[in-house]
């Protein structure tokens, strides 16, 4: 079951907008070591503030799909 729910939680972050994606790739560490708000927002050049809301959008996308 966990390899299960890992393949359906890529698929669902793989499902998000490509700047939320990005975030969740890099703050989870879907890609390597996960990087803090700050790293994260000067790698896509935005504020870390912006990274904090979009975070918090993919999120809320992400536990609104796994419901369904």
Do not use: C
């Not at 359906?8 to 990087?35: C, H, N, S, T, W």
């Amino acid at each position: 079951e966990s390899r299960a729910d890992a393949a359906r939680l890529r698929a669902l972050v793989d499902a998000l907008p490509a700047r939320e994606r990005a975030i969740m790739r890099q703050r989870y560490g879907f890609d390597g070591a996960p990087k803090t708000q700050q790293q994260t927002a000067q790698a896509l050049h935005i504020s870390r503030s912006y990274v904090s809301r979009l975070e918090k959008r993919a999120l809320a996308r992400l536990m609104n799909a796994w419901r369904k």
